[in-house]
Each structure stands twice: as structure tokens, then as C-alpha cells.
């Protein structure tokens, strides 16, 4: 049993971040709270109450079409490529604090990396003072703006659910003209719900996720970005209490196009549909469960927006005592 609650634990403890970059180019500067697959198995459990930590690692490669103009730090660029390379530092607090029976919980998050940026050419950039160039390049070292999150969470019997908001506060280290930037530079908030069934019998979790997210202004450019609706949807089995591996598919559409005098190329709407998979394996360091889990997706369905891989590699663990969680403490398979 304390091997499946330390299971449990672990694993629980990837679930509260929330991850503030994804490349893609209907919203300005290819940014969005939400990231495809980040909600994916036990996406609706909320750990029992206690101190977690979580680093992310998220990594993706894409490529907008040649034929596609885009809109970046204020300059309009085509042919463009992206290699991005963010962490995300998310300490979480779920207290033993009940709201209508769930434990309510906190986190923050705060990224920083390189996003590289290089675009075939350049159409204009009056933030530069140029009209027409080739062959941009940008990559620069930067922090992103903080993100805090808070979330409601229940059990009953198989099934978990929660709920939560975050938002992005501007307040990192944006560069007004740079092609290359972590930071958002405007207020972004983002509502969902997400449930998970987890059958400890035969160690099947079915998790799912909805949301919508409502972007601000950025001041510095006169941009504003539209609103978006997502889905998560992810089948993981568990083939030992330590090792799960499973499928991934997420969905991203904005539902209102980009405005502000500063959208030069009028009102875009993006959509993206990933699919991947995933796998996850639970271990401990000095007496401390921690779980390690490594998503992969491709984007294979898109509009207005590049298309690529995204990678995220999760490492989780609590931070002192933990409350005894939930039952189930974990998938409880049985070993053949």
C-alpha cells in the first residue's frame, strides 16, 4: 500500500502546472497559455493535500507554410521556422482547505528559455525600421511572464474531476521589436474542467479535459489576440504500478479573430489538432516518490498556424508531508 499511495503521489504531483508557451501563429507572436497534451492521463485528479513541485521541459520544432505570412513583434515575416526550448519552474500548494468537498489548491509557474526564431524574409517591421529584408533570425535568452493557477478537486470511488483557472501576469522580460520572446506581454486567463477514470483493478485511466481561453491586449504593439477553446482527450494503462504507457489527442480553435491596430494581417483564427503518445515511470529517490513522464505529439491537422512536434518531459515529486491521499491510492495492477 505505501507503494501505490507513493505511486499516486507522484504521479498526482504532474498534474498542476500550467504551461505558458505553445508556437503557433493566429495569436500574436505564436503564444498561448495553453499547450497541446499538457492535461493528459489523471488529468482530473488533484493530489491530496500537502507540497508539490514540478519542473517541465517543453520543446518543439515547427514550420509555417511559405506561402503563409505571419505576424511577430510587430513584423510581418513568412517562410518562417521555429525551435523552441522553455522550462517551467511550477511549485503548487493543495491545501486542506474544502470547497464544496474538493481540496482547493495554488500554484505558480514561471518559465524562461529560448525560443529561435528565423523567417525567409521579411515583409515589414516598422518596429525595426525596415520594409523588407531577408533571412530574420532571433534567438534570445529570456524569462516569461508568471502564471498562477488555482484549482478545485474531488473523488468518488473510480472517478476524479477538478476545475481551475490560471493567468498570465505581464510582468517578464519582454523586448517590444524582438522576434524571440518567452514572455507574453498581456493578460491571458484560461478556464477549464477535466475528468478521470481511473480503474485500479486493471490499472485503465481515461482522462479528458475542456477549456477556454480569453486573451488580452498587448499595449506595447496594439494587438489583440482572440479567444480559443480547447480539448485534451488521453487512454493510459498502467503495465505495472511503476510503468504506464498511452495515447494522446488534443484540439486547439480560436473562436473569435485577432484585432487592435497593430494585427497588420486582419482578423485571424487558428486551429490545430495533435495526436502522440506518452509514457510514465514512477520511482523513488532518498524515501521520495517521483514521477517522470515524456509526451510526444505531432500537429497533423492545422490553420494559420505552424505545424510541428512538441515535446514535454515532466518530473514531479512532493515537498515534505503529505496528506494521505484518496482512495484509490493508485493503479493496483496485478502482475502475471
Known amino acids: 500500500m505505501k507503494r501505490l499511495r507513493a505511486a499516486f503521489i507522484a504521479s498526482a504531483s504532474c498534474l498542476c502546472a500550467a504551461l505558458p508557451f505553445n508556437p503557433a501563429y493566429a495569436t500574436e507572436g505564436g503564444a498561448s497559455l495553453y499547450v497541446p497534451g499538457l492535461r493528459g492521463p489523471l488529468a482530473g485528479v488533484v493530489p491530496p493535500p500537502g507540497f508539490y513541485f514540478e519542473n517541465d521541459f ?52 514561471l518559465p524562461f528559455g529560448v525560443p529561435r526564431i528565423s523567417a525567409g524574409a521579411l515583409i515589414t517591421a516598422p518596429r525595426l525600421g525596415r520594409v523588407f529584408g531577408f533571412k530574420q533570425r532571433d534567438a534570445t535568452l529570456n524569462i516569461g511572464d508568471p502564471v498562477v493557477s488555482s484549482f478545485v478537486g474531488w473523488h468518488s470511488g473510480n472517478f476524479h474531476w477538478s476545475v481551475g483557472a490560471s493567468v498570465n501576469i505581464p510582468g517578464g ?15 491571458i486567463g484560461d478556464v477549464y474542467a477535466a475528468g478521470t477514470w481511473l480503474d485500479p483493478k486493471i490499472g485503465l485511466d481515461i482522462s479528458g479535459a475542456v477549456g477556454f481561453e480569453i486573451n488580452g491586449k498587448n499595449n506595447a504593439t496594439d494587438y489583440k489576440s482572440g479567444n480559443a477553446f480547447h480539448a485534451d482527450l488521453s487512454v493510459s494503462q498502467y503495465l505495472s504500478k511503476e510503468f504506464s504507457i498511452g495515447v494522446l489527442a488534443s484540439h486547439y480553435q480560436q473562436v473569435s479573430g485577432d484585432s487592435g491596430s497593430g494585427a497588420s494581417l486582419g482578423s485571424y483564427k487558428g486551429r490545430v489538432t495533435a495526436v502522440g503518445g506518452t509514457i510514465a515511470y514512477t520511482f523513488d529517490v532518498a524515501g521520495t516518490p517521483v514521477s517522470a513522464r515524456l509526451k510526444v505529439l505531432r500537429e497533423v491537422d492545422v490553420e494559420n498556424r505552424s505545424r510541428g512536434t512538441i515535446g514535454l518531459i515532466s518530473i514531479g515529486f512532493p515537498i515534505g508531508y503529505v496528506a494521505k491521499p484518496p482512495q484509490p491510492a493508485g493503479p493496483q495492477v496485478v502482475k502475471h
Open 173 to 187: 522580460a519582454y523586448q517590444d521589436g524582438e522576434l524571440s520572446n518567452v514572455a507574453l506581454n498581456r493578460w
Open 58 to 109: 517543453y520543446s518543439y520544432s515547427g514550420r509555417l507554410s511559405a506561402a503563409t505570412q505571419t505576424q511577430l513583434g510587430g513584423a510581418v515575416l513568412s517562410n518562417v521556422k521555429v525551435q523552441a526550448r522553455i522550462n517551467f519552474l511550477t511549485p503548487t500548494w493543495v491545501t486542506p482547505v474544502e470547497v464544496l468537498g474538493g481540496n482547493l489548491g495554488f500554484a505558480v509557474t
